[in-house]
């Protein structure tokens, strides 16, 4: 079991920058694919980033590619997601997932343990 805790949410104008976090702790950090999602009011949880359990293979959405980049630092226990150039349409919850499984998965029923989510709100 993996508990899983976002970070770094909050309010920023478009254009702008911001990073969130997921500190994990529990069983071994390496042992899960990461993967990021979001879920604005009205919408479905959509898949946003996924990282491969050494870090070395990403996956975007494409509303996001080129804009969004994913990483982790396992000695740290934390993923990261860096969001730049925020539209409004970003304005959404996001979350962090872990996923028991040697490939990554862009399904949110393929994850196993979820955070409770961070807000992220961009100005226009």
């Known amino acids: 079991q993996v508990q899983l805790i976002e970070s770094g949410g909050g309010l920023v104008q478009a254009g702008g920058s911001l990073r969130v976090s997921c500190s994990a702790s529990g069983d071994t950090f390496s042992n899960y694919v990461m993967g990021w999602f979001r879920q604005a009011p009205g919408k479905e949880r959509e898949f946003v980033a996924g990282i491969s359990r050494s870090g070395g293979n990403t996956r975007y959405a494409d509303s996001v590619k080129g804009r969004f980049t994913i990483s982790r630092d396992n000695a740290r226990n934390t993923v990261y997601l860096q969001l730049n150039i925020l539209k409004a349409e970003d304005t959404a919850v996001y979350y962090c997932?872990?996923?028991?499984?040697?490939?990554?998965?862009?399904?949110?029923?393929?994850?196993?343990?979820w955070g409770q989510g961070t807000q992220v709100t961009v100005s226009s």
């Open positions: 997932a872990a996923r028991t499984s040697l490939y990554w998965s862009t399904h949110d029923k393929d994850y196993d343990y």
